[in-house]
């Protein structure tokens, strides 16, 4: 009989260290507070299904804001990311929603500060030399502009949802090098884009770690599946309407974006 109650005695521990566990996540996922901010990275212009209360600011359902919520079920969500938005539109209207119960914020910003859609304008529309010309200014507003202003978002995050733990993404590369793109800009401009989102993606790093948040790069994520990409694009090319186009598509947010949110929460 030692034996058998030996086994039952494990086995009922075991099943309330589980029971506790169980009860313990539950808890924990019915106490978080979800903040969305930043740019159409996070609001979702490509992925389409976009609610009708969000206007220009384009907010997906297909976002990975949205689909992180529906998995999660957070107590509260707001999504406050917006489509063209700059750092100074996060300061000026994006922060209302924080507060010390906030418990996650999400953000991508920087892009539309250091000129992404002009620049890819000029590469689409202008010689080589134009683009590289664009790509050098771009990179250059990044590494001495933009830092700061990084820095002011940051810290008013941080003032207004002092408990939140904060989740910073990147930017992908748009294209494959080498690709199987026949049309379209040449490689040589294709690589110079890439490379700034390489200077932009370890900027935004960089000010992030100092702010003491987690950084997720999604390059990683998205390779293979860029423009001209073998495998199955997560990236818009050129598209009408316009405004979708170099953003991700449904897949990209659901592939990409989402799992890199879920791996720094």
């Known amino acids: 009989m030692r034996p058998a109650r030996a086994v ?11 029971t506790t566990l169980v009860g313990a996540t539950a808890a924990s996922a019915a106490t978080v507070n979800y903040v969305a901010l930043g740019d159409s990275y996070s609001s979702g212009v490509g992925a389409g299904s976009y609610t009708s209360e969000s206007g220009s600011c384009e907010r997906s359902t297909n976002a990975y804001p949205y689909l992180w919520q529906n998995a999660h079920g957070a107590s509260s969500f707001t999504f406050a990311a917006c489509s063209g938005a700059r750092t100074g539109d996060v300061l000026n209207s994006q922060l209302s929603g924080l507060d010390s119960a906030t418990t996650l914020v999400s953000i991508t910003i ?37 830092p700061a202003q990084l820095d002011q978002v940051y810290s008013a995050i941080h003032g207004k949802a002092p408990n939140a733990h904060v989740v ?27 490379g700034a989102a390489d200077t932009l993606d ?23 599946h860029e423009i001209c990409g073998n495998g199955t694009q997560w990236l818009h090319s050129t598209t009408l309407p316009i405004d979708e186009s170099y ?19």
């Not at 529309?125 to 200014?137: D, G, I, Q």
């Open 202 to 224: 370890g900027v935004i790093a960089k000010r992030a770690a100092n702010a003491g948040f987690t950084f997720e790069d999604v390059r990683g994520l998205f390779s293979g």
């Open 168 to 194: 910073v993404l990147g930017y992908p590369h748009l294209y494959q090098i080498n690709g199987t793109c026949i049309f379209g800009i040449g490689d040589t401009k294709r690589a110079a884009i890439n």
């Open 8 to 18: 039952s005695a494990a086995a009922l521990a075991g099943l309330l260290a589980l």
């Open 247 to 265: 953003h991700p598509n449904a897949g990209g947010q659901a592939g990409g974006y989402l799992p890199a949110l879920s791996a720094g929460v």
């Open 110 to 146: 920087g892009g539309n500060d250091a000129g992404f859609a002009s620049t890819m304008e000029t590469c689409v529309l202008n010689t080589e030399s134009a683009c590289l010309s664009a790509v050098s200014t771009a990179e250059a507003y990044a590494e001495n502009t933009l």
